[in-house]
Structures are given as C-alpha cells and as structure tokens.
C-alpha cells in the first residue's frame, strides 16, 4: 500500500488540489446546486437513497465489461487473421477501416431498431468503438518480429501455427495489453452512449432521467460511478499486463 502510494503519489496531489478547487469555487462564487454542485454534494448523492444505484451500477458493469471482452476476443481474433493471411489482410482492412469510421451514435439506434432494449444493444455498440485499436495492435505485434527469432523457426523446421504460438503471439502480447488499455475506456464511451440513445437503466440512463428535474448533484455522482467502472477495468489491464508481459511494462 505504502509503495502504491508513493508511486502514484504525484496522481493523488493534483486530484485532491482539484477537488479542493472545485469545493473552493462553488463557495466563493455561491453557485446553485442545480448549475454546479460542490463535491460535498455529490458524495451525498453518491450514498443517497433517492436513486437505487446497485440496479443501475450492475447493468452498466455488465456493459462495459461486455464490451470490452467482445472487443478484445474480436479484434485479437482479426488481427490474428491479417497476420496469418495477406489475402485475409487485404479483404479485411479496408472493410474494417470503413466500420471504424462510421459515427457510433448514428450507429446506436439501429442496434437498438434490430435488437431492441437491453444489454446486448449496448455492449455491441462499445465493442464497436473498442474493436479497432486491438486488431491494429495485434497484427502489428504478429509481424513487428525479430528476423533472427523466425530464422531460428526456419532452422528447427518449424510449422507455421508453432511459430505463432511460440514466437509471434509471445511477442505480440505488449502491443495487445497496450491496445486493451484504450478499449477499457473506450467500452465505457460505448455503454453509456447506448444507454443516453435509448434504456431503462443503467448509469447513463440515470444523467437522462436527471436532467430534466435538474437534479445536478445526482448526475454527478453518476459520473463519478462510470469513472470508478472504467478505472477498475483499466486496473485490472494494467494488473494482467505486469503479470502476462512484464517485460514490457515500465510505467503504469
């Protein structure tokens, strides 16, 4: 803990300074609650009765979570294929550039027209802006090799699919952790756009509802709620990396 504490020691000053900015400015300038409310204010609304946040915290996990092991088992499993195949890659990319430049939002509710409400709808829909940067990554990963690690495959007459499992996913696996890192917090982006586009819970659901009757203090506390998710799939990328590839990781 004291080790934690100490490495991220510089994170945890600037979000306290921040905090007590904020708290400093809601008072000296008397700002309304309904404009902007202090930090005091929100962590009440956080432990308030008034929204049953269990309910909305589980659906909005179970998106996000969704998301992004959809995105990273699609996206690792083509950029495998674009690697394995230049006939796969050259069929591939341009289909798959095209699908990451379309607008999600535009995207949602056709989802949602095809698949109606509920999780499903929004788990597609951060998978879809996750997806991208781990098929890069991976394929990426699966060529950038070290020409004398394949010569050595060459010289034991190795086929090809163990020289993937041996050399090239191996050497693949910092470009993919890297990867996951953005799908964490682009997972998060996704759920909570479906959930502003059309839902009857979940976090994003709750800021919609809240807006209406003005009640600030309660969609701020549902954001804090969605950093605190998307922090913890962060972190635990972050955990696996240290311990799948800890070679490769030098600063997180």
Known sequence: MVRWLTRNAAAIVLFVALLG????????????EYILPSPLVVLRALGGSE?????????TTLEIVGAFVLAGVVGVA????????????????PFLVFVNTLPKVAVAPLFLLWLGYGVVPNMLIGALIGFFPVVINTAV????????????GRVFNAPKWRVFAKIRIPNAYPYI???????????VVGAIVGE????????????ITTQGSMNTPVAFAALVW??????????????????????AETSD
């Open 21 to 32: 900015a904020w708290q400093l400015a809601v008072s000296a300038f008397e700002m309304r």
């Open 51 to 59: 929204i049953p946040w269990a309910g909305h915290l589980w659906i």
């Open 78 to 93: 083509l950029g495998i294929a674009i690697a394995w195949s230049p006939v796969l890659a050259k069929a591939l990319v």
């Open 141 to 152: 990963g699966l060529t950038q090799v070290d020409e004398e690690m394949l010569d050595l």
């Open 177 to 187: 952790l890297s990867a996951l890192k953005v799908t964490a917090t682009a997972a």
């Open 196 to 207: 502003f586009v059309a839902s009857q819970k979940g976090l994003g659901y709750v800021i």
């Open 226 to 247: 969605i950093s605190v998710i998307g922090l913890a799939v962060y972190g635990a990328v972050v955990l696996a990396a240290r311990w799948i590839a800890p070679w």
